[in-house]
């Protein structure tokens, strides 16, 4: 159980260009999804806190502009990342979990964003 | 907030030996430490977890201790084996359900 599929799982595109990244709970409702970035050979650095039907908490330092996140459903929250340059190039990776105390997040597979 | 320190950076470890990873925090309300190991390219995995009422939790080869009043935990893998190699990341939380603070990584090389 608690499954976390996340799509795509490699992007390469050209700069300027917006791309989506989609974040879903296979068998189980996420209330709350995690967006981070890990550049290699360092560590996840939280991004923003998705919460289900309400605006993200953006950690400081993301634009919140820049990277759109939306959480419509208990089961999926996507991340858009807007005019898209080399700098964003990263491995993207969201998590989540139920909401309850006691459990823990669970990650998706990432997804690596390649900006040319 | 929270600040987790994490070290070593990289571990050079022989098949057989055993392997300690050590991970200090900052926020004296984080009551939940997961131990997460992540493999090139793929997804950060749990391996094992404690939280704070519990001094010790221990999963085959891997166990993880954890000192409130020191604020420290660490990562314990004995009988390592070349398939333990990997990146290891320590975090720290309140509630295990809020955001993870993790440490920055340890990368484990275990030779055959």
């Known amino acids: 159980g608690a499954v976390v599929s996340q799509h795509p799982s490699w992007v390469i595109c050209k700069s300027g260009t917006s791309v989506k990244i989609e974040c879903r709970s296979l068998?189980?409702?996420?209330?709350?999804m995690f967006w981070y970035r890990q550049f290699p050979k360092q560590s996840l650095m939280l991004m923003a806190t998705s919460n289900e039907g309400s605006k993200a908490t953006y950690e400081q330092g993301v634009e919140k502009d820049k990277f759109l996140i939306n959480h419509a459903s208990l089961t999926l929250s996507t991340l858009t990342v807007t005019s898209a340059h080399p700098e964003d190039s990263s491995f993207y990776i969201c998590s989540a979990n139920q909401g309850v105390s006691n459990q823990p997040q669970h990650f998706g597979d990432g997804t690596r964003l390649s900006i040319l | 907030g929270e600040n987790v320190e994490q070290h070593p950076s990289t571990l050079s470890v022989q098949e057989g030996d055993s392997a300690v990873i050590k991970c200090t925090y900052s926020?004296?309300?984080?009551?939940?430490f997961p131990w997460y190991k992540q493999e090139l390219g793929k997804r950060p995995q749990l391996i094992i977890d404690?939280?704070?009422?519990?001094g010790e939790k221990k999963d085959q080869r891997i166990a993880v201790t954890l000192n409130k009043t020191a604020k420290h935990f660490s990562l314990h893998i004995t009988e390592t084996q070349p398939e333990d190699s990997a990146v290891y990341f320590c975090a720290a939380s309140i509630g295990g359900y809020s955001t993870l603070t993790f440490g920055k990584g340890t990368m484990l090389l275990v030779s055959p």
């Open positions: 404690i939280r704070s009422n519990v």
């Open positions: 068998d189980f409702q996420a209330t709350t």
């Open positions: 926020d004296s309300a984080s009551n939940y």
